[in-house]
């Protein structure tokens, strides 16, 4: 080797990363240089003995970047359901790059492990049980990055399968006039109709049961 050239870097070892089943781990000179997905191995022929030059060292870190994002990604999914985009946000603030956690984000979509739209549905029918109204519902979407239409539909589909969803808003709003009994009518009717607004249910309907509760 000519003198002052750096002797170059080779990958000794491909084996499994003990931190994230799934994984390989690079060894390059007998230490670890990265982990990435098995695809990836296969993708650039990646071989115990291969020299390592810039470029594909380049490449590798890139990758590396992706399946610590993706990894994070599962860990989060495995303890409850996220919308795209809010799981995108809580990747970006543990640190991983914007360019990582697209890709994470797109790889987790591939695998079935995303979908907005039944993120939605799901959202909507296990919060209205407990007494959040069809706005309420589609803001709490919103805030989380769930696109307008997504949360419409899903909002208008739980609506017509609970027959109009007045069950819930009429229950809230009973035992709401429950406690506020020693109070004049028309400080009821204001609380109520409040109370309602702050859980999703709102408009003439609304106003109209709570009249009628009233009387």
Known sequence: MPEGRERPRRITALVPEPRGPGSV?????GERF????????????LHVGRELDEALRAR???????EAAYRTA??????????RADLGRRLLRKGHAPAAVEAALA????????????FAANYVETRAT?????????????AMGVERGIADKAVAAHVRESEGGGAVPLSL????????????RHVKRRRVLAYLARR?????????????LLA
Not at 107 to 118: C, F, I, Q
């Open 25 to 29: 781990r690079i060894e390059v000179d």
């Open 34 to 45: 990265a982990s990435v997905a098995p695809d990836v191995v296969r993708a650039h022929g």
């Open 60 to 66: 590798l870190e890139a990758e590396a970047d992706i």
């Open 74 to 83: 599962l860990r989060s999914i495995e303890r409850r359901p996220f919308a």
């Open 107 to 118: 790889r987790a979509e591939e695998h079935g492990l995303l979908d907005d739209v039944a």
């Open 130 to 142: 407990r007494g959040r109204g069809p706005l309420r519902l589609t803001r709490d979407l919103r």
């Open 173 to 184: 709003a009973s035992k709401r006039v429950a406690q506020l009994r020693e109070l004049p």
């Open 200 to 212: 999703g249910f709102s408009g003439r309907e609304v106003s109209e049961m709570v009249g009628k």
